[in-house]
Every structure is written in structure tokens, then in C-alpha cells.
């Protein structure tokens, strides 16, 4: 009986097999670099592959992947990866997508403690707390939890135009989105949100920074 670490293995041998099969070439020319037009910065839940919800291939999307999608600006992790992902890759889109039945956003919604990503979790909460009225006025608990799904998605679009990353790129002149999709688990279709953002005219002035001048 092979063990589940064993399992991966053939999965691997037969996913070569397919490509192989699709594309004699496609993995040499994979490796002579990649150059993709979207970041992608998703939840971790291994039910949301990036990939594999928007029929996508290896080399086709940059992903970051966290605990609720989150873009927390002492994040260093994700800072370095939107910076390589703009600056270095030049990507046109970037993404952040949400979906429906996030253990995190559950998580936030309650007062059981977790563990360390407690810690983590208090970004979402501090989500609420800026939407309180609305988010306290669902009685519905899935109601409520879905709808925080999409507010934490907006905010974290937000988030990521407050960053001098985002914002110098479009000081430079490049062409660059953000964009706010939420995943439905239950059908397999991503909504969109309807909050892309594309230049600091469409921020408040109090976040937006002048060009740095070199």
C-alpha cells in the first residue's frame, strides 16, 4: 500500500506524460524563464489552485498564497513578492482572490482562540470592525461570513494601492490593475467584485504619494 508522499510521485510522472503529450516542447521552454502578466495573491486553502480554476498554465500566473488572502504591509514576504512580480516581471494584473468557506475569515468571525494565527486572523477582524454596521446587521451566519469574504477582498485590493510598490509603478507610467474575484467553492466560478483599481485618481488624496524623485 503506498503511503500518500508515495502517491505524489506517480501523480507527477503521469502529469509529465500529459504535458508531454499536449506539448513535445513545453518543458524546455519553461525553463528558459517565465514571464507572466498576472500576480495572483490567494488564500492557502488547498481547494483554490490559482491554476487550475482560471485554466491556466505553469508559467502563465506569479502566486502568493497566505492564510486569507491577506496583504499586510509588515508582510515582507508578500511585499518582496508584489515588488519582484511589478518591478522585475512587469506584470499588468494583479489579483486578489477570496472564496467562500474560508476557515480564516470563520475563524475571524469567532472568539475561539487558535493558536499563533491569532495573531494573523486580527487584520480580518479589523476588517469587521470597519464594516460593523453593515457586517452586525446580517443574521444569517452564512450570510454574514460570505459578506466578510468579499469585504476582506475589497480591503485587501485597497490595501495593496497603499503600497509605495503599486503607487510608483503607476507614477512611472506602467500599465498596471488591481482587481478584487472572490472563488465559489460550491459551483467553481469566480466573481468579480467590481473594485479594480488602475491609477492613484481613483484613491483617496490623504493615501496618495508623490512621484519619488531620483
Not at 23 to 39: I, M, T
Not at 41 to 66: K, M, Q, W, Y
Not at 205 to 214: E, L, Q, S, T
Request: charged share 25%; hydrophobic share 40%; with cysteine.
Amino acid at each position: 500500500m503506498k503511503s500518500t508522499y508515495e502517491k505524489l510521485f506517480d501523480g507527477n510522472r503521469k502529469w509529465v506524460e500529459d504535458m508531454l503529450e499536449m506539448d513535445p516542447g513545453f518543458f524546455e521552454k519553461l525553463s528558459k524563464g517565465q514571464k507572466p502578466p498576472v500576480l495572483w495573491i490567494g488564500c492557502s486553502d488547498s481547494r483554490v489552485p490559482a491554476n487550475e480554476i482560471t485554466g491556466t498554465l505553469p508559467g502563465e500566473i506569479f502566486v502568493h498564497r497566505n492564510i486569507a488572502n491577506m496583504v499586510v504591509h509588515t508582510d515582507l514576504s508578500m511585499l518582496s513578492v508584489v515588488d519582484y512580480a511589478v518591478n522585475v516581471l512587469g506584470v499588468t494584473d494583479v489579483i486578489v482572490c477570496g472564496h467562500y468557506g474560508c476557515g480564516g475569515v470563520m475563524a475571524a468571525l469567532g472568539n475561539k482562540p487558535n493558536g499563533l494565527v491569532d495573531n494573523w486572523l486580527r487584520n480580518i477582524k479589523d476588517v469587521y470592525r470597519l464594516h460593523q454596521r453593515e457586517m452586525d446587521s446580517i443574521r444569517d451566519v452564512d450570510k454574514r461570513a460570505a459578506r466578510l469574504v468579499e469585504l476582506n477582498v475589497i480591503e485587501q485590493v485597497f490595501n495593496l494601492t497603499k503600497t509605495t510598490i503599486i503607487q510608483n509603478a503607476w507614477s512611472s507610467g506602467k500599465q498596471l490593475a488591481v482587481h478584487g474575484l472572490v472563488y465559489d467553492i460550491a459551483n467553481g466560478v469566480l466573481n468579480d467584485l467590481k473594485v479594480s483599481v488602475s491609477d492613484k485618481s481613483e484613491l483617496p488624496k490623504f493615501y496618495v504619494m508623490d512621484p519619488v524623485v531620483n
